[in-house]
């Protein structure tokens, strides 16, 4: 991010031109008070009526065109324009989460707005995307869905021990699961649109280009903006290797003709880990390969290593240390993957999940000159400004923490900025998120290594134990929770865990974090009974307590933990 574009110079710029409003107001009323002497500047002027006229129109030709300059400037509008004057207010590149709800909060501030975004496709490319964008029509929500469809197979298994018994194995029919899946994000993009209809915001369909600081084209065509906004989202990265024109990606993963029988995956990230527990649960043979030695890194090393154990007993094959080298095609169609330790054969599929990168190509960024990171992502201010006075940006593109709900915050928040004369920043303090893997996970606040380097001296609770459902289905599925705490405040800085119904709950625990609460409010909170989450607030005695002062040179300068 940009450091050098700071706070102050992001208010004085929002509060500009209320500032010369007030200022071209305050010349309005003096030259109010010079016309209301015009009787007697009538009977001492020795100048023809004539004249006089011309000076009486003289002074309404100067209070009108300081009005109207008042006006413009403070983004109100009326009957009296100026050639010059730009066609909105804001011009939206990107109808994703982050861009749609910008642009209807910007509206509903009485801003004239417009958004372009490329026509509808399930599978995103350089001539197709649709309103709503990636978390919509080809993420969050269709992944969920794909969650969903696989779970059945398991509760299929944990039923038997509850007495359910079948005639014969219930079978899944991919075309059903895809056909549905499309008509749902249909829907969905639908209803995007309308709510921008709603709103007032003019939506037009096409790749947005920039011109200069006010001007985008779309289609041919140029439009002209007071602000620009790119919330283009990002795009799935493709290592550079022999055959990678055969691989898929997330996009057409939910989206494939039929189910893959065999599938290799690369990557170990939560899109990597969340393909891997969906097509394991619709009974593919998956196979995941990992640069690293352990899954899901920069999240908390027990849920880290837990995760892979849960995956891995419901079938999950794991390939540490082995980065991929080249894919080839057989004779009989499968496909062979030759990665750094192997060469592995017979799959129906290879799939790429190696993360994603800022959409911000061919967008005319550079060629106005708004800053670029090394990885493509527009560096912004806290305010979301660019290095280009008129042009912000949000979500994905940014490279700040790339989740729907964070790119919706920030969105909402440029919109009040901008044009609700209410600045806001995006408070990225505590923001909860959930792997959807099988067993799902939840996190929200510091992880253990994170809580040292803040906190130094830390609390560490945790508990690992077999959910009630499993006593009978006689699966081996387990639940993980963790908890850390400044030892020195006793607030909550870190929750994480692992199991059924996680994300479900750990919204709720988000608030409490987020709020400050400390370990003994969650002492002081009654269970409920039965549940596995009511074990968050019955974990008195810490698993471990670190403390920096009693760091040690046999441990390599990290702080020392003691078994409680």
Known sequence: M??????????????S?????????????????????????EKKDSYSRAHKFSRRENYFQQWRSLNIRAEADNGTTTGLRKKEEYDFDLFTIGAGSGGVRASRFASNFGARVAICELPFATISSDEFGGVGGTCVLRGCVPKKLFVYASKFSHEHEESEGFGWSYESEPKHDWATLISNKNAEIRRLTGVYKNTLNNAGVTLIEGRGKIVDAHTVEVGGKLYSAKHILV?????????????????????????????????????GGYIALEFA??????????????????????????????IADQMALRGVEFHF??????IEKAADGLLTLKTTKQTAEGFSHVMFATGRVPNTKNLGLEEVGVKLSKNGAIEVDECSRSSVESIWAVGDVTNRVNLTPVAIMEGGNFAKSVFGNEPTKPDYRYIPSAVFTQPPIGTIGLIEEQAIDQYGDIDVYTTSFRPMKATLSGLPDRILMKIIVSASTDKVVGVHMCGDDTPEILQGVAIAVKAGLRKADFDATVGIHPTAAEELVTMRSPTRKIRQSETHAEVGGMAKASTA
């Open 2 to 15: 940009a450091s050098s574009m700071g706070a102050p110079r992001c208010a004085a710029a929002l509060f």
């Open 17 to 41: 031109s209320h500032n010369a409003h007030n200022l071209c107001a305050s010349r309005t009323i003096s030259l109010f008070s010079s016309l209301s002497g015009f009787k007697a500047l």
């Open 321 to 326: 240390e082995e980065s991929p080298e080249a």
């Open 231 to 267: 919330a283009a989202g990002g795009r799935a990265f493709i290592p550079n290797i022999p055959g990678k024109e055969l691989a898929i990606n997330s996009d057409i993963a939910l989206d494939l003709p039929s189910r893959p029988e065999k599938i290799a995956i690369i990557g």
């Open 277 to 306: 527990s969906i097509f394991n649960g619709l009974h593919s043979d998956v196979h995941v390969f990992i640069r690293q030695k352990k899954v899901l890194r920069g999240f908390d090393e027990e849920i880290r290593d837990f």
